[in-house]
């Protein structure tokens, strides 16, 4: 479904009216390939991007232009499919050059070529006073975005190059960045004072691209829109609330990478910790308009703030090993992986909040890699009916629990306690649910990184990390992440397939969390399509 000029309008969309140019630096990555060029691309489609847009490729490779727009050409159409005039036309826009992050000199040559481009992109000249350096009336600003799809080692370099030379003089300049923000408490505070001895908070978006997903940005509303419920979302109704991530493949090639994070640092100290905020956090002032950006955000600091750093007694690791048919390899059959790594590829830790709301309730979170399933979800799991055991000739009631899914497809359901059919009168578990793409299938529904790039063209930061917030986050897992490192907390083994170590079911259940094995959440909604 296309978005109507007036929506966009609307929608804090007036950068269109103006030059933009984005930077992709690490344009020859795997990041960029997969992700910033199709979220782009997806943005032009739609008309969130003038036709007259400047995308520039920036890495140290050597390209042409069309060296790289056919690199990612292949991750902007689908296989086979009939020739797109919306892809050759975003192609067109697509320009390169090469240089050292950190290379003021290839910096300003390619700054020099972003001025005449954006010379080139209408019909009124950027014309800018001397003195005050603002476009004069009635003419276009040039903004642009800087999208870091960089290892963090080199955020510096290029971070001080473009304050240099490559700065817009007329409009707004934006850095997008993205994860890892450090590997530590200490490394995330030095490369956060380094990075804002640049540029301030307000030129800087973190992206962590499950605060892009519709499912979490639902959050905010399903909480606070609707009167059911604030008066049972505390302590004294929450039985506990679980995150679960869960990946049904491995390492696959890429475990020289992910031996030196660990799936704590990867998933759940920026994912699911985004996630919980959003759960766990007081009312903001205002979730949207004016001034909602840091209004969401310190009230997002303020819950972290009530956190005690992780206990080692709260937490169980895994690695994985090779399936039992023989048919899926273990970690450390992985090149990149030493035989002696202690990296965990599977962790469940416990995480409680002091504070009036949650006191006493567990937030449990789970992720895994080669595990039986992929899947995101949230999972808030209510206490028991008083009087429940007795009243229905003492068949147990299951809990209610309202699931948040986020992959692999995005949907809400209320796991509810009804009468089964018949004549019996007997209670059975059901559901009220909500599956996204079946209930609005022709409403655009863009991924997580579509979203986030459109926020930081329309300047919108609450759904980006900030500094504060970041720190907070590391000092609630840096203490036991030094443990790990230190290997006091060996992981476990499990297979290739299977739900991990028994141990973190183990844990789950001391939590009080009870788990209903006779309802499926999927098998029960297929029978309903």
């Known amino acids: 479904m296309s978005v109507s000029m007036a929506e966009r309008k609307k929608s804090g969309c007036g950068y269109l009216q103006h030059a933009l140019s984005i930077v992709v630096v690490g344009a020859s990555g795997d990041l960029a390939k997969k992700k910033t060029f199709p979220a782009l691309l997806d943005l032009y489609r739609h008309d969130f991007l003038p036709k007259s847009v400047t995308i520039c490729g920036y890495s140290r490779s050597k390209m042409s232009d069309e060296d790289l727009r056919t690199k990612i050409k292949p991750y902007l159409v689908k296989k086979d499919a009939a020739p797109d005039p919306v892809v050759e036309k975003f192609l067109g826009r697509v320009y390169y050059r090469s240089g050292g992050y950190g290379s003021v000199e290839a910096m300003s040559k390619m700054v020099a070529d972003l001025e005449v481009w954006e010379g080139q992109t209408g019909d009124a000249s950027l014309i800018v006073d001397p003195e005050s350096k603002t476009v004069k009336h009635g003419h276009r600003a040039a903004n642009r975005v800087y999208y870091f799809a960089i290892p963090p080692n080199v955020f510096l370099d290029t971070a001080a190059s473009i304050k240099q030379v490559g ?9 997008v960045v993205e994860k890892p923000f450090g590997h530590d408490y200490d490394s995330a505070l030095k ?35 609707n009167t059911m419920f604030e008066p049972i979302w505390n302590r004294d109704s929450v039985q506990s609330v679980t995150f679960t991530f869960k990946e049904n493949f491995g390492t696959e090639g890429r475990g020289g990478y992910f031996d030196r994070y660990g799936i704590i640092r990867d998933v ?65 059959d992985d090149a990149g992986v030493p035989d002696d790594s202690n990296t965990p590829t599977f962790a469940t830790c416990v995480l409680f909040v002091k504070n009036r709301r949650w006191d006493g309730v567990p937030f449990i979170f789970k992720a895994g890699k ?47 306690n ?44 609450a759904t980006f990390v900030r500094s504060d917030e970041l720190l907070e986050s590391w000092k609630i897992f840096t203490p036991v992440l030094n ?17 991990g170590p028994e141990e973190s079911d183990e844990l789950i259940e001391k939590m009080g969390y009870t788990y209903n094995k006779n309802y499926d959440w999927e098998e029960a909604h297929k029978e309903h399509k």
């Open 167 to 175: 700065l817009s003089a007329t409009g707004f300049t934006r850095l």
């Open 191 to 225: 490369l956060t004072d380094d990075l804002g001895a640049h540029f301030d908070e307000s030129y800087v978006y973190r992206i962590d691209h499950y605060l892009g997903k519709e499912m979490t940005q639902n959050l905010l509303v399903l909480r606070f829109s």
């Open 268 to 332: 759940i100290q920026n994912h699911l910790m985004q996630v919980f905020t959003l759960i766990a956090m007081e009312q903001p002032i205002r979730v949207s308009g004016s001034g909602s950006a840091d209004y969401v955000r310190d009230a997002k600091v303020a819950v972290l703030k009530a956190i005690e750093p992780v206990r080692a007694e709260n937490v169980v690791l895994g690695q994985y090993l090779g399936s039992d048919d023989g048919t899926q390899p273990g970690y450390k």
């Open 370 to 416: 080669a595990l039986n399933e992929t899947k995101a979800e949230v999972r808030v799991q209510f206490k028991d009916v008083p009087s429940g055991s007795f009243l229905f000739d003492d068949k147990p009631l299951p809990r209610n629990e309202l699931v948040m899914k986020l992959k692999p497809e995005e949907s809400i359901y209320f796991k509810t």
């Open 418 to 461: 009804v009468k089964a059919p018949g004549l019996a009168n007997k209670p059975i578990q059901s559901e009220l649910d909500l599956s996204y793409g079946e209930r609005y299938p022709s409403l655009y529904n863009p991924d997580a990184y579509t979203r986030l790039v459109l926020e930081v063209l329309r300047g919108k930061q």
């Open 483 to 499: 443990l790990i490192d230190a290997g006091e907390i060996p992981p476990l083994p499990y297979k290739f397939g299977t739900r």
